[in-house]
């Protein structure tokens, strides 16, 4: 499966912002979709993730709460809405696909497919 992420850009503190992952493939609906971040001069994060039927979903700690994430299968887009976004949310997000179930702190290493990032920046 191939992803595009897009969505990102410019917000406030406090403000919110919607990315999505398009996914191209006919097996879109046996992928457990990923959200991952990266901040400058940081490593790679986990922040959400939604199982095929969209039944399960999962969130880190940082995000829970103010982070909603959702798929649409017939349309092969999963999407991330970021409400009350905080100045530490700024980074480049990333979706990824893989056919394994990773509950808690899904490793980067054990994705199938990338999307190529979208730069979400919140000013204070």
């Known amino acids: 499966v191939q992803l595009q992420a897009s969505g990102g850009g410019l917000v406030q503190a406090g403000g919110s912002l919607s990315v999505s992952c398009a996914a191209s493939g006919r097996t879109f609906d046996r992928y457990i979709i990923y959200w991952f971040r990266q901040a400058p001069g940081k490593e790679r994060e986990f922040v959400a993730s939604?199982?095929?039927?969209?039944?399960?979903?999962y969130y880190a700690d940082s995000v829970k709460g103010r982070f909603t994430i959702s798929r649409d299968n017939a349309k092969n887009t999963v999407y991330l809405v970021l409400n009350s976004l905080k100045p530490e949310d700024t980074a480049v997000y990333y979706c990824?696909?893989?056919?394994?179930?990773?509950?808690?702190?899904?490793?980067?290493?054990?994705?199938?497919?990338w999307g190529q990032g979208t730069l979400v920046t919140v000013s204070s």
């Open positions: 939604i199982t095929w039927a969209g039944s399960s979903t």
């Open positions: 990824a696909a893989s056919l394994m179930y990773y509950r808690a702190n899904p490793p980067p290493r054990g994705m199938d497919s």
